[in-house]
């Protein structure tokens, strides 16, 4: 079997909004994005519950089934960090789109290719847009941190086709490798 990825997925770690206090009277965020054993992390921000990272975080997708969570934590300098809450990252509409049988070469610089509502299945505060923007297919969110009283993060989603990954493929046909297949049991 190929160990080869099917491609490179960069989570835009834009900023945290309204996050829980877990020092007197502020918190010292981060936050640490995992995929099966990779893990990586932004910087931390001092004294800020509304914290602006602006970081790039990219993984390497293997399997488009392996959850992508997001935890933020505060950082603590005399005992071990806190936990401010976390969300999965729903990847499977936004795959999805790279799917449809467009020629997204034809389509004006941002136009939304396709809708996510904010339902049970997801962490989305409000209704997220997938676009066609600078020559890419792109995703903004807003997830809404779960285990925790209060706090959000903002995030963009953005799929390269590295070298030496197989991508996603796009041969006209509705099924491809990384879809499922329907059990019949």
Known sequence: MEDKPLGILRVHV?????????????SDPYVVVT??????KTRVINSNCNPVWNEQLTLSI?????????TVFD???????DKMGDAEIDMR??????QMELDFQKLPNGCAIKRIRPGRNNCLVEESSITWSNGKI???????????????VEIMLEWTDG????GLGREGSKKTPWMPTKRLD
């Open 14 to 26: 834009k900023r945290g909004i309204n996050l829980a206090i877990r020092d007197a009277t502020t």
């Open 35 to 40: 995929l099966g054993n990779q893990k990586l």
């Open 62 to 70: 293997k399997d488009v089934n392996d959850p992508i969570r997001l």
């Open 75 to 81: 950082k603590d300098r005399f005992s071990g960090d």
């Open 93 to 98: 509409p936004f795959l999805e789109a790279h």
């Open 138 to 152: 792109k995703q903004d969110m807003i997830l809404r941190l779960k285990n925790v009283e209060c706090g959000e």
């Open 163 to 166: 070298p030496g990954c197989k």
